[in-house]
């Protein structure tokens, strides 16, 4: 079964405007971690936001931040004030026993 | 966090030769993992790398293959043996790091890899 799920495989924003990318994530632990990454063209993935499963507060990192709504299974990625060097592969991923599962990806770019 | 070096960034080989991948990290950690990302495609695990231990390879992939070095806690090397062009990808090292919030997994560079 699929644990991590991205629907969105690409996403278009207007410069300086809001995106949400979606992510879905599937585990029966009880403890476990969520994570965001940006792959550019270079292929380097740069660590974006973690939130841990007992967070009560969404994570926020500068103009990034986790919406994280654990009854659905949801920790969708807010970028804020879209750059284009915003422009890149966002991947979910999640830690849940001794794994780390990623998602699909999803493109995003960034129009001026 | 921490600071992840790779090398070679990106290599253009002809088939059936072998490239050795390095991996140098700023601070000891337990466990590196390597791990295959093929052209359009998500992050795929080869391996994990213990220093004192075999490394431990996920179904698919084999030691023959994908033989890896830990000779200590800051490096590992990942090599790829006997190229064909599938074998072209991007290979990322990474460690996990313990935080106070959780395990947190960090990654190098990348390497980006053209089998001729």
């Known amino acids: 079964a699929q644990k991590i799920t991205q629907t969105q495989p690409g996403m278009f924003v207007q410069e300086k405007e809001a995106v949400t990318l979606d992510c879905t994530y599937d585990?029966?632990?009880?403890?476990?971690?969520l994570f965001w990454y940006k792959q550019p063209s270079s292929g380097e993935m740069i660590f974006l936001i973690y939130?841990?499963?007992?967070?009560?507060q969404n994570a926020t990192e500068g103009r990034y931040s986790l919406n994280f709504q654990k009854a659905r299974k949801s920790a969708n990625l807010v970028i804020s004030a879209s750059q284009l060097g915003d422009s890149a592969m966002y991947f979910c991923?999640?830690?849940?026993?001794?794994?780390?599962?990623f998602g699909t990806g999803t493109s995003l770019t960034v129009i001026p | 966090s921490a600071v992840i070096s790779q090398k070679p960034s990106r290599d253009i080989c002809q088939r059936g030769t072998s490239l050795t991948i390095q991996c140098q990290v700023d601070?000891?950690?337990?466990?590196m993992f390597w791990y295959r990302q093929q052209p359009g495609q998500s992050l795929t695990l080869i391996a994990t790398?213990?220093?004192?231990?075999?490394?431990?390879?996920e179904s698919g992939f084999v030691i023959d293959k994908f033989p890896i070095s830990r000779p200590n806690l800051t490096f590992s090397t990942l090599t790829v043996s006997n190229m064909s062009p599938e074998d072209s990808s991007i290979y990322l090292c990474?460690?996990?790091?313990?935080?106070?919030?959780?395990?947190?997994?960090?990654f190098g560079s990348g390497t980006q890899l053209s089998v001729l």
């Open positions: 990474s460690v996990e790091v313990f935080a106070d919030r959780g395990e947190k997994l960090f």
């Open positions: 585990t029966s632990d009880p403890s476990y971690g």
């Open positions: 939130q841990g499963s007992y967070d009560q």
């Open positions: 991923a999640m830690r849940s026993g001794n794994q780390f599962y």
């Open positions: 601070s000891q950690v337990t466990m």
């Open positions: 790398a213990n220093q004192g231990s075999e490394a431990t390879y």
